[in-house]
C-alpha cells in the first residue's frame, strides 16, 4: 500500500482504493498499482542520471586537479 497521484484530481490517494477520496472516482483493481510503479521507474530513472551527471563532473573536476600536479612537478 503506497501513495499515488489520482489520474482524474491529481491528489494524492492510495494505490489500493476502490476510489478516490477527493474526487470519488471509481477505479479498475490494480490500476492505480501499475500507475504508482511507472511513476516510481520514470522517477528512478531521473535520479539514475542526475547522480550519473554528478559522478562524471566530479570526475572531470578529479582529473584537471591531478593533471595540473602533474604538470606542475614535471615543470610544463
Known sequence: ?????????????????ASCPNCLQAFR?????AAAVA???AF?????ALFF????IWVAV?????????LDRTGN
Request: charged residues 15%; positive net charge; contains cysteine.
Open 62 to 70: 578529479l582529473m584537471f586537479f591531478q593533471l595540473q600536479a602533474y
Open 1 to 17: 500500500m503506497s501513495l499515488t497521484h489520482c489520474p482524474n484530481c491529481s491528489r494524492r490517494c492510495f494505490t489500493d482504493a
Open 39 to 41: 511513476e516510481e521507474k
Open 29 to 33: 483493481p490494480g490500476l492505480l498499482q
Open 53 to 56: 551527471s554528478l559522478f562524471v
Open 44 to 48: 528512478s530513472a531521473k535520479t539514475n
